[in-house]
């Protein structure tokens, strides 16, 4: 806009018409509320950011999930194992240290709280009149 154009604007008291201080303080008001449009698109509560942030938590959700669907799996196949083979009961029982009537349990040192290959379990004869 050149000096003539800005004289031709004016009125005959030196001032500018009315619609043209409007229209300046409409383009200064939408420029602001603009601004703040933008910035609440990447930083409010439905931005980009939280978006973001979002689709991560739910990326770590859907591997926690999956990795307890597989545990659910390697659980309900360790279930039916124990329901039709005895030989599992047994190895489970004697990894929990579970001995039977008339066996005697031996620990040796201090690895044996650590490596069950450590345990020795003997079998004694059974007492009559002791179970």
């Known amino acids: 806009m050149g000096r003539e154009d800005e ?9 500018r018409p009315v619609a ?5 303080w409409l383009a200064v008001v939408l420029l602001l509320f603009s601004l703040f449009g933008i910035t609440s698109l990447f930083t409010g509560p439905g931005g980009f950011v939280r978006i973001r942030n979002l689709r991560a938590e739910l990326a770590e959700v859907n591997d926690r ?5 597989q545990s659910a799996h390697r659980l309900q196949s360790q279930i039916e194992r124990l329901r039709v083979d005895d030989g599992e009961i047994e190895r489970l029982a004697r990894r929990h240290r579970l001995v039977r009537d008339g066996e ?24 009559p009149g002791r179970r």
């Open 7 to 15: 004289a031709a604007e004016r009125d005959e008291t030196g001032e």
């Open 20 to 24: 043209v201080r409007r229209s300046r």
């Open 65 to 69: 999930n999956f990795d307890l669907v």
């Open 104 to 127: 005697t349990l031996y620990q040796l040192g201090e690895d044996a709280r650590r490596h069950e290959r450590t345990t020795v379990v003997a079998s004694e004869p059974a007492k």
